[in-house]
């Protein structure tokens, strides 16, 4: 029982190019977000959907766009790759934005490299 | 600026010595820190979550405790299959549901 998957697990492509990455979530939560974990193993904060309405934007550039089609799934497409994205980018999961201090769960990661 | 500060960066130990592993944190109100387990290639695995000064939570060989600048994630006889990175994580007023990781602890027990 895959509580929170992603897809790819890894992604391998040229600059310049568009790709996405999506995630599924079956824990019936409200939140979901996405991080990205650099070479240096820090996690941080890029996007948060509560019931598909983006609620955080940390200065992300705007080559990057989430898409929540439902509350069980927050894809993230990026535009014009750039060798800085690459990364491990994480999906994660929440049950209920009301400024709670509810646990996020994460995804197994998506490991981009941008050659 | 909200900040999390984890230390020491690496952490070698026998199997059976015990050791602590130090989380800072400087946020504008806390409403909560996080410990989280990574293993190499996988997501962060949810270990505790600490709300208030004074709070202890425990699982099995770990002990999480909060003061109000830091908290400590408490090893005891450590077993190799301990060995992974250990994640510290806050949710500040500021923020809302966003976790401000640190650098993380990586711990390496050998037998």
């Known amino acids: 029982d895959t509580a929170v998957s992603q897809t790819p697990k890894y992604l391998v492509t040229q600059m310049g190019n568009d790709k996405s990455i999506k995630c599924e979530q079956n824990?019936?939560?409200?939140?979901m977000y996405w991080y990205k974990q650099d070479s240096k193993k820090f996690l941080k904060i890029m996007f948060s959907y509560n019931n598909k309405e983006l609620i955080i934007n940390e200065t992300v550039p705007n080559r990057f766009s989430p898409k929540s089609p439902d509350k069980a799934h927050l894809n993230l497409h990026i535009n014009s790759l750039e060798l800085g994205d690459s990364a491990v980018y994480f999906c994660?999961?929440?049950?209920?934005?009301?400024?709670?201090?509810?646990?996020?769960?994460f995804g197994p990661g998506t490991r981009l490299t941008v050659l | 600026e909200d900040q999390v500060t984890q230390s020491p960066e690496a952490l070698r130990l026998q199997e059976g010595e015990s050791s602590s592993l130090n989380c800072s944190y400087t946020?504008?109100?806390?409403?909560?820190l996080f410990w989280y387990r990574q293993d190499p290639g996988k997501g962060p695995e949810f270990l505790f979550t600490?709300?208030?000064a004074g709070e202890e939570k425990e699982k099995e060989r770990l002990k999480a405790t909060l003061t109000k600048k830091e908290s400590f994630l408490h090893i005891t006889a450590p077993k190799p299959e301990d060995s992974a990175t250990y994640l510290c994580a806050v949710q500040a007023d500021q923020a809302g549901t966003a976790l401000i990781f640190g650098k993380g602890t990586t711990l390496s027990v050998s037998s």
């Open positions: 946020v504008s109100g806390l409403r909560g």
């Open positions: 600490l709300y208030s």
């Open positions: 994660a999961s929440s049950q209920d934005y009301s400024g709670g201090l509810d646990t996020q769960y």
């Open positions: 824990l019936g939560h409200d939140t």
